[in-house]
């Protein structure tokens, strides 16, 4: 592809561009002719060709649904396209559209819509739909609707699965808990200490915050990070509840894939963060740990020498680092089971193109993960991730407790696919799993109304009631943490609280779920 692309590109836009887009259906072809197509999308009232006679018999709804897909800008910045289109994830995506818009003769479009594209972006601002099928260098073009109607349906069966799953889950036999909504507040927590933490990876000492805890009893402290182009800021209700109820908290920033690197990645300076930022992650995790043994965090709170652990505790690829710090290795077969999961668009689980991306980090080989000399006593895993990496051992590797959750709205690291199949396989009596109804990937970030929010996300992605999911986040994670220093675990049950239902989940429960859904639609 790379080298397609360069010869294309060397060349300007061709004057035959495409004037015929080919409808194939079923083994029946329609043609359609580009010019006519685009002059009706423009003003569809006004056009009287024989083309916009038939469009305009479409039902009204159909038509402007129609018009808004051909005209709808597909890359809205020139910066940020380009950079999309040179990241891995744009790639990938682009030989997927390839398949289904390809020549005559049935050969993939994807190095012709990467150069199309390229110096379309070169030229102006944004880019449609039709402008670019018009611009592409062939005479003529096939829209695979087969396969477009294909990929619909399987999108379509992923929710329907998803509804199923939590069918099943409700009808099993756990204790119902009711719980009046505690405080969520933080003032006993105070503001925290920032502190630069000079490490050998990077050019720049690493920025850290640290919550002290005023609890001089004894147990772990936690280490916190973000997600993929997440911040600390985000976390923030977080770490300061934590400390407030008697574990310090440090929150760590990861420069590369934090806010600022996605803001720049949307400004056009960078391509977009993936997974190429792990080894950084890991490595970042490792020095904080050292830093902490060397009293370069100064004091986490009354009590500091008898806290002689860490709980590492992340949000999605925070999770994953904090998995794979635990001792996690991706097994073998991955770049196999990715050539099946991404054979289609992966609407339904992003995460799957941050696991696919991992064969292509060959740093992460090198790595040799861990906590060092700090003992590590459990891990708490937000919206994680790992249906591809172990499909086979799940969480079986390790001996420590871990508390996974996910959201049934979350359609980025989807539960039934990413959390469910390695738990099942998880040892430690104390490790539970908790689905929230109704709760999103982005259900634990917060996002402080002072500040300007990179995505302006929809109720169907932030999920229900946030800052209410987040209390019943709070309350669980409080008691999973206060488990590991007493007898008492935290029970399996389904959780009522202020109109928030939550499923918690042991080993034995979660296997009667995950064997009553068709696994074979949920892994390749």
């Known amino acids: 592809m790379g080298l397609a692309s360069s010869v294309l590109l060397a060349v300007p836009l061709q004057a035959q561009a495409a004037d015929q887009l080919q409808l194939q259906l079923d083994g029946l072809e329609l043609p359609l002719d580009l010019v006519e197509l685009e002059a009706w999308s423009r003003d569809p009232a006004r056009n009287r060709g024989d083309l916009a006679v038939w469009l305009n018999l479409l039902e009204p709804q159909s038509r402007d649904g129609l018009i808004r897909l051909l005209q709808a800008p597909l890359l809205r910045d020139r910066s940020f396209g380009l950079q999309l289109l040179g990241s891995w994830s744009g790639e990938q995506m682009l030989q997927e559209v390839g398949e289904l818009i390809t020549t005559p003769s049935g050969q993939s479009t994807a190095p012709l819509l990467l150069s199309t594209l390229r110096q379309l972006l070169q030229r102006q601002e944004s880019v449609t739909t039709i402008e670019l099928l018009r611009a592409l260098p062939e005479p003529k073009v096939v829209l695979r609707i087969d396969a477009l109607l294909e ?211 060959p740093a992460l080989a090198r790595l040799r993960p861990g906590t060092g000399a700090t003992p590590l006593v459990a891990v708490v895993a937000f919206n994680s991730f790992g249906g591809l990496l172990w499909p086979r051992d799940g969480l079986e590797p390790l001996q420590v407790p871990v508390l996974l959750v996910g959201g049934s709205l979350d359609l980025i690291t989807p539960p039934i696919s990413e959390q469910l199949p390695p738990f099942t396989l998880a040892t430690n009596p104390r490790s539970r799993l908790v689905l929230v109804q109704g709760g999103s990937h982005f259900s634990p970030v917060r996002v402080s109304q002072q500040g300007e929010a990179l995505f302006q996300l929809g109720d169907e ?64």
């Open 461 to 524: 992605l932030v999920g229900i009631e946030p800052q209410r999911v987040q209390t019943l986040l709070l309350g669980l994670t409080t008691e999973f943490l206060q488990s590991l220093r007493q007898p008492l675990l935290l029970s399996p049950q389904q959780r009522q609280q202020d109109g928030i239902t939550a499923w918690v989940l042991d080993r034995r429960q979660a296997r009667q779920w995950w064997g009553s859904l068709p696994r074979r639609e949920l892994i390749p």
């Open 151 to 361: 990929l619909a349906q399987q999108w379509r069966g992923q929710l329907a699965l998803q509804r199923q799953a939590l069918g099943r889950l409700q009808s099993l036999a756990l204790p119902r808990r009711t719980y009046r909504a505690p405080a969520l507040s933080s003032d006993g927590a105070g503001q925290p200490r920032r502190v630069l933490v000079p490490v050998a990876h990077r050019p720049a000492p690493l920025p850290v915050e640290v919550w002290p805890s005023r609890d001089p009893a004894f147990g772990p402290w936690v280490l916190l990070m973000p997600g993929l182009g997440g911040d600390p800021d985000q976390l923030s209700w977080l770490a300061a509840a934590v400390a407030d109820r008697g574990w310090p908290v440090v929150v760590l920033e990861h420069p590369g894939s934090d806010g600022k690197a996605m803001k720049a990645s949307l400004n056009g300076q960078r391509p977009p963060p993936g997974a190429e930022s792990l080894p950084d992650r890991l490595q970042d995790l490792q020095a904080v740990l050292a830093a902490q043994r060397n009293g370069a965090l100064g004091s986490l709170g009354p009590g500091q020498a008898g806290r002689q652990g860490v709980v590492l505790m992340g949000h999605s690829l925070g999770g994953l680092t904090a998995l794979m710090a635990a001792g996690l290795k991706p097994e073998r077969g991955l770049e196999r089971r990715c050539q099946r999961a991404l054979d289609r668009l992966p609407l339904t689980n992003l995460s799957r193109l941050l696991q696919c991306q991992i064969p292509e980090v």
